[in-house]
Structure formats: structure tokens, C-alpha cells
């Protein structure tokens, strides 16, 4: 039976990124270990969840500001002021949530109609994973080469409604959901969580990202480690079609209806 993580993260009414808190599936009942209000259920979450505390198994920036310029050492996780010495549990195979809110706990006021993000922030949501020996330990620097990265998922823009990534995500009520590939060896992981606003995009260095990271225990799996990575910083360049792209098209943030090519390599896939 597939069981379900959900990672909590929060956007500012600026779109400012920082991770909270995990939420785990069919442990306890939602409410029981947590503090403070709970991130709002998603349209198809589990009946049951249990929460580590806030910022347990997180890498989180105190605030997040967009990075603009794709060469900064910070692309990986963030600006990070906050970091967990603990890791959070998984199996291969697992379904991920990460939720995004519009400040620490949800709305910033009743009614927030920049939550879970601003409506305008278009653009695609990326995974990636790194293999690390100790995910609390490891240096973002790790290496003269860095950490090597693999993609685990993308979503961009459908050409056939005009619907981005971002717009799916707020229709889920913040919630994006991700699922660990089946295959994957155990150990430990980094998993970075990217959203890439493109409403400035037009113009030099106008694309925003917004990444921050989670601590992940893995177990089960097939014991495949993909040989395909990408460095991060490194992986994208400041003039990618999708980086430097005009997504207006006759005053509408559809891209013109045409693909839309989401930065980065493609998502892994297991072997055959």
C-alpha cells in the first residue's frame, strides 16, 4: 500500500518560500501532535496523518527571497538560516506533499487572495533528489564538483487549458504531490522542492525561483541510483528558453498556447 508524506511549506504574500513542517500518512490522527493550526487539508489527503514539529527534516531559509541570477551558490536550498538535525522517514515509492501557504500557518489575513501563492506567479514546479551519506551533515558544497542532482518530477503548462503548474497547485490548496521512484536505493537523500515564477521572465534575469530542501530517510527500494546528474547551481543557464521566455501572448499568461520546455533534464525513470 502506497502511503503518503506531506511536507509543509509556506510562500509570503511576496511569494517568499520557507519550509514548516511534515506530515506523515495513517500514524495519528492529524491534530495530535501539533502546535498550532494545522495547513489545510487537500482535496484528496489521507483521513489520518501524523506531524513532526515545525522544521524538523527541513532546510529553511528564514525569508526567502526569489533568486534571480541561476549561478547563485544559494540555487540548491535556499538561503538556509534554519536547519533541522533530523531527517524524516520514507519508502520508495511514497507519495510526497509538499504545501505551499502564503505565510508560516496559512493566509496572512481571512481571505488572503495571495494564498497559497500569488495567482500571477505562473510557471512550472520541479523535484530533484541528491544521494548524500548524512542528509543533516552534508555540505550543499560537498565536493569539488557539489552534490549531483537528479530529477524525479516536473510539471509545466498544458497547452490544451492554458493551466500552469502554479495554477494546479493553488487549486490543490497549496498541495503538490510527488512520488518517490520505486526503484531508488536506500539511504539518504536531499529533496528540493522548486517553483519557478515567470510572470517578469521577459526580461534579463526576471525569472524567480523559489527552492528549499527536506531531509529524507529512505528505505525499501531497488537499489538504483541514477548515473544521469546535474550540478545545482550549474543545471540551468540565464538565457534557457525557459528561463528567459516571454509567457504574455496577446495579454494572456498562456505561452500561446505552445509548449512551454521546463528547465532542466528530464525526470528519471526506473529500469525496465
Known amino acids: 500500500m502506497k502511503s503518503t508524506i506531506m511536507i509543509a511549506l509556506a510562500v509570503s504574500a511576496q511569494a517568499h518560500t520557507i519550509f514548516q513542517q511534515a506530515h506523515h500518512h495513517n500514524h495519528l490522527p492529524f491534530t495530535t501532535q501539533l502546535t498550532h493550526p494545522p495547513s489545510p487539508t487537500p482535496r484528496n489527503s489521507p483521513s489520518t ?3 513532526t514539529p515545525p522544521l524538523v527534516g527541513l532546510r529553511a531559509p528564514h525569508l526567502n527571497y526569489p533568486i534571480h541570477d541561476v549561478s547563485d551558490a544559494r540555487m540548491a536550498c535556499g538561503p ?4 533541522s538535525n533530523r531527517t524524516i522517514d520514507a519508502r520508495a515509492g511514497d ?3 509538499a504545501w505551499w501557504g502564503a505565510v508560516i500557518g496559512g493566509e496572512a489575513f481571512p481571505g488572503d487572495p495571495d494564498h497559497p ?5 505562473k510557471g512550472p514546479i520541479s523535484t530533484y533528489m541528491a544521494k548524500v551519506e548524512d542528509a543533516v551533515g552534508v555540505s550543499l558544497e560537498e565536493g569539488e564538483e557539489g552534490l549531483r542532482w537528479f530529477k524525479i518530477q516536473e510539471s509545466g503548462l498544458d497547452v490544451e487549458t492554458g ?9 490543490e490548496r497549496g ?3 510527488v512520488d518517490l521512484p520505486k526503484c531508488l536505493a536506500p539511504g539518504e537523500y536531499l529533496l528540493r522542492q522548486e517553483v519557478l515564477a515567470l510572470h517578469s521572465a521577459a526580461e534579463w534575469m526576471g525569472a524567480q525561483f523559489y527552492q528549499s530542501c527536506a531531509q529524507l530517510n529512505v528505505t525499501g527500494g531497488g537499489g538504483y541510483v541514477p548515473e544521469e546528474t546535474v550540478a545545482i ?25 505552445k509548449p512551454y520546455p521546463v528547465p532542466g533534464p528530464r525526470p528519471m525513470t526506473c529500469p525496465a
Do not use: C, F, N
Open 49 to 51: 496523518t501524523s506531524s
Open 80 to 83: 538556509v538560516s534554519t536547519h
Open 95 to 97: 507519495r510526497v506533499g
Open 117 to 121: 501563492i500569488p495567482p500571477g506567479h
Open 163 to 171: 493551466r500552469w503548474a502554479v495554477d494546479e497547485m493553488i487549486a
Open 175 to 177: 498541495w503538490v504531490y
Open 233 to 257: 547551481p550549474g543545471v540551468y543557464g540565464q538565457d534557457d528558453p525557459g528561463v528567459l521566455v516571454q509567457i504574455y501572448v496577446d495579454g494572456v499568461p498562456d505561452h500561446g498556447r
